[in-house]
């Protein structure tokens, strides 16, 4: 493992979390056992009612890295990414989720990969999403990895897992980090600011396993989900002076998000097995 480094270290990972008590240990042992291990840890306790708190001061005490933030009140998870991004030093900002798992070589791989090329701001993996009890793959997502791809992909698909990227300080900082009226695809709408201004990438290999469960944010409130995303976009569009008839895909998000909410799930449940790279 790499040794901490004096002073603030090269990279910050940030994670937040609400009532994630039962898969929390997981995902965080995931992250102390990196082969890469010059870090600071910070975690954002979005005011949880579990055993959240109790299970956070743990790790605290056991690890010098880790340093645990609680809100008094729910923030909710955009503002609460904002106050972690607002803790971070260093060059190099890792997300993670409180119920996902990155494998020991994630930080290496994508450390290494942002030291060989200097100019991209932001750097994905492929990712396994996976049963709750990590038994079972569900399919197996290998997003584009050339920028170039990336740039035409990204208007169809989210080519990036949230839990899974490591992004340079500044350029996400210089797009204006999470918007805050974005309660949902928050993630989605940071990643096309930073792509429409600076390259980006990802890895091809699988280096995140991310649970699919009941509880993930993502299955719920489809329609704000959809929304968020056609009006990022249509910016999108307009920052990279992208054809009009591009907005196509922003109209079909907006037609989506008036369709039934059961619907939209049998959607999303019959799409769940294959992947859409």
């Known amino acids: 493992?790499?040794?901490?480094?004096?002073?603030?270290?090269?990279?910050?990972?940030?994670?937040?979390?609400?009532?994630?008590?039962?898969y929390l240990s997981?995902?965080?042992?995931?992250?102390?056992?990196?082969?890469?291990?010059?870090f600071r840890f910070v975690i954002v306790d979005d005011g949880s009612e579990d055993d959240t708190p109790s299970i956070l001061a743990g790790y605290e005490a056991q690890d010098e890295?880790?340093?645990g933030i609680r809100n008094e009140?729910?923030?909710?998870?955009?503002?609460?990414?904002?106050?972690?991004?607002?803790?971070?030093?260093?060059?190099?900002?890792?997300?993670?989720?409180?119920?996902?798992?990155?494998?020991?070589?994630?930080?290496?791989?994508?450390?290494?990969?942002?030291?060989?090329?200097p100019e991209t701001a932001m750097v994905g993996v492929a990712w396994k999403e996976m049963s709750a009890d990590l038994e079972r793959t569900i399919r197996v997502m290998r997003p584009p990895e050339e920028y170039e791809r990336i740039r035409r992909r990204i208007l169809a698909h989210n080519v990036f897992c949230h839990s899974a990227v490591m992004m340079r300080r500044g350029p996400v900082l210089a797009s204006g980090g999470y918007n805050e009226r974005d309660v949902y695809s928050q993630d989605y709408d940071l990643w096309l600011r930073v792509a429409a201004r600076y390259p980006v990438a990802n890895l091809g290999e699988v280096h995140q396993?991310?649970?699919?469960?009941?509880?993930?944010?993502?299955?719920?409130?489809?329609?704000?989900?959809?929304?968020t995303?056609?009006?990022?976009?249509?910016?999108?569009?307009?920052?990279?002076?992208?054809?009009?008839?591009?907005?196509?895909?922003?109209?079909?998000?907006?037609?989506?998000?008036?369709?039934?909410?059961?619907?939209?799930a049998l959607l999303g449940r019959l799409n769940q097995t294959r992947s859409p790279f």
């Open 1 to 22: 493992m790499t040794p901490p480094s004096p002073g603030h270290p090269p990279l910050t990972v940030l994670m937040p979390v609400y009532n994630g008590a039962a």
């Open 26 to 38: 997981g995902s965080v042992e995931s992250i102390l056992g990196q082969s890469y291990g010059d």
């Open 65 to 67: 890295r880790v340093r």
């Open 73 to 117: 009140r729910n923030l909710g998870l955009t503002r609460s990414l904002n106050k972690g991004l607002s803790l971070t030093g260093g060059e190099w900002i890792a997300r993670m989720d409180c119920d996902d798992v990155s494998l020991p070589g994630r930080f290496a791989a994508q450390v290494a990969f942002l030291e060989g090329h």
């Open 209 to 227: 396993l991310r649970r699919i469960h009941p509880g993930n944010l993502s299955h719920r409130n489809i329609r704000n989900q959809l929304r």
């Open 229 to 264: 995303m056609a009006r990022a976009q249509r910016r999108y569009i307009r920052e990279t002076g992208m054809s009009p008839v591009y907005n196509v895909y922003a109209f079909w998000r907006i037609l989506l998000s008036k369709l039934p909410v059961g619907f939209l």
